[in-house]
């Protein structure tokens, strides 16, 4: 088969720790998507090979130089196992010029940093929850009742589970001291918004778009649980929250409510310095407010995930995307466009 384009190595990163941890399920899934995007590419007519970060970095970048791959599809969430170097992955490629695809290292870094992230969203004037980062159990919070409780600098829900919603002072206390211990790292508050949650993913072709809207649907969901995309919502097909919060995507929303979310969410991309392309997660509480919750902007892209499907909405085939991409980061190169997308 004839290739199309430059060589490219699709890059993911793997660990394999000496001891179980629940997080690794959604770490694994990583390593199938590299699976499917590289067949997709090879599929598409590019000449493409899957190469794993593992535990040495200098590795990595002599398997780059052995393949002459010209162009990497970054789908690496983190470094021997700690996703807080996420960004330095990325850090390193620009250090050494290498194209790659997605989010530059100070993205990652910032949006990585849930109360950090929030912070510029707000000075952007775009809507967040109210929220405060807390370091030990000790801390009070002056924040309304019903509050959620996530690590500050995690993803793809670690750390979130149904009982990260607390009514109580005692309740919050011992969530806080949980997260502090498990995932050595601040707790991040927020009020909790009782409401339907959206999400928009936002593509880079010239300019960003925003694909059509998806809703995590509750209607199903067992009495008692809060109505939150937790861990085992988004990981564990047999479970029970899986099963009851199903995707929709267009969502069944009015025009001017998918107009203020795709406003919103590529004005987000924009202020945290996002390219190619992101997700931007929204709550409307029971009043119609909207809040931005985070910008994601290393969203999970296997083809059964939210970002493939608003591709599928908006007519876009799955190995054009990567392509797009792929040529995003050549023009980059080419152009000498900084890390974060500005010349």
């Given amino acids: 088969m004839a290739t199309d384009g430059p060589k490219v190595g699709v890059a993911f990163n793997t660990y394999e720790p000496f001891i179980y941890r629940p997080e690794k399920v959604s770490e694994d899934s990583v390593a199938r998507v590299a699976e499917v995007v590289c067949e997709t590419l090879v599929k598409a007519g590019v000449e493409a090979t899957i190469i794993p970060l593992q535990r040495s970095m200098f590795t990595f970048l002599r398997r780059l130089k052995e393949l002459n791959v010209e162009v990497v599809v970054n789908l690496c969430e983190g ?33 990585q940093d849930k109360h950090q992230a929030k912070a510029i969203l707000s000075s952007f004037n775009l809507p967040v929850a109210a929220s405060q980062l807390i370091t030990s159990a000790e801390e009070m919070v002056d924040l309304k009742f019903p509050v959620i409780v996530k690590p500050n600098s995690e993803d793809a829900s670690i750390g979130v589970h149904p009982e990260s919603v607390v009514h109580d002072q ?42 059509p809207v998806s809703e995590i649907d509750f ?33 069944p929303i009015k025009k001017e409510l998918s107009l203020k979310l795709q406003d919103l969410a590529v004005n987000a991309f924009k202020a945290m310095g996002c390219r190619d392309y992101a997700r931007v997660d929204f709550r409307m509480n029971q009043q119609g407010e909207v809040f931005i919750l985070e910008v994601n902007p290393n969203p999970d892209i296997s083809l059964d995930a939210g970002y493939a499907r608003a591709l599928n909405a908006a007519g876009i085939d799955y190995a054009d995307f990567w392509k797009l991409l792929i040529a995003n980061a050549r023009k980059r190169k080419e152009g000498n466009v900084a890390p974060n997308g500005k010349s």
């Fill in 79 to 111: 470094f021997f196992g700690n996703p807080q170097w996420e960004a330095n992955v990325a850090a390193v490629m620009e250090m050494l010029h290498i194209p790659f695809t997605g989010n530059g290292s100070r993205t990652l870094a910032l949006c």
């Fill in 170 to 211: 005692e309740s919050l206390s011992a969530r806080v001291e949980k997260i502090v211990r498990t995932y050595n790292q601040p707790a991040i508050v927020e009020e909790y918004i009782d409401g339907r949650e959206f999400n928009v993913a936002v593509l880079e072709d010239g300019e960003p778009r925003a694909l």
């Fill in 219 to 251: 209607s199903k969901m067992p009495e008692g649980f809060p109505h939150i995309c937790s861990y085992e919502a988004k990981w564990y097909p047999d479970h029970i929250l899986y099963k009851s919060t199903p995707p929709i995507c267009p969502a």
